[in-house]
């Protein structure tokens, strides 16, 4: 939805956002993101690194817009995100603990939620189409 009202189309992935049951495809396959995932759960990892991908396309997408704005600062995420790793921490549930992936999906829910407090505050400013 943020993706859509900022008119930004992914390069890679696409979310197919289905209710309860949401998936995100790229030019291969389509990968679940929802559970509950099984102990091997490669479908759901992937689909959670495809997510990550988004998301940290989107926070590339609302720096560029900052900086060519000449923002100051420009938008950064709190936990920066590199691969499958936000703040660190890996989204992927299989071999990983239960603490650690939790503390990935609350980085990652963090970084979700400065992007929409991004897009609202350009919106409101008449900075991005309503």
Known sequence: TMAQACRLTFSQYRLLPMGSHPR??????TYDLFG???LWSGNYDKGMMCYLAC????????RNHDLAAG???????????????????????????DLKWTKALKYMLTDLKLCLR???????AGELPT
């Open 24 to 29: 995100v495809a790229d030019k291969k396959a």
């Open 36 to 38: 509950p995932p099984k």
């Open 55 to 62: 998301l940290e396309e989107f926070a590339q997408f609302a």
């Open 71 to 97: 923002k100051e600062p420009p938008f950064e995420l709190h936990y920066p995100i590199e691969g499958d790793r936000v703040g660190g921490m890996t989204v992927k549930l299989t071999f990983n603990k």
């Open 118 to 124: 991004w897009m609202i505050e350009s919106q409101e």
